[in-house]
């Protein structure tokens, strides 16, 4: 039974979170993000030294990240297939 109770919670406290596109992110969405970039900047040739600056500096933008970003900058982000497209999201926070 409390197995359950906490199923239950942890549910809820996903989708409640899922819900306010303004909620900051956490650090592991920023470390998802931030990795998600540096892989789409790895795959356009044209991007090498954008994807070597954001390896260098990852821990530095995961912490602006975790500061600024909010869960509808993630969504633009991750939905993000090409750098070109990643260009495209706004700013995190500007909205």
């Known amino acids: 039974m ?8 942890g549910f809820l406290v996903a989708c409640s979170r899922a819900s306010d596109p303004n909620r900051k992110l956490t650090r592991s969405e920023c470390t998802e993000g931030v990795d998600h970039a ?4 790895d795959a356009d040739p044209s991007m090498g030294s954008a994807a070597k600056m954001m390896r ?9 990240c975790t500061s600024t970003a909010t869960v509808r900058d993630h969504e633009c982000l991750m ?5 070109h497209a990643l ?9």
């Open 2 to 9: 409390q197995l359950k109770t906490v199923l239950a919670v």
């Open 38 to 41: 540096i892989a789409l900047f």
């Open 56 to 64: 260098d500096g990852r821990d530095g933008f995961i912490k602006q």
């Open 79 to 83: 939905k993000s297939k090409t750098s």
């Open 87 to 95: 260009g495209l999201c706004p700013m995190p926070g500007t909205r």
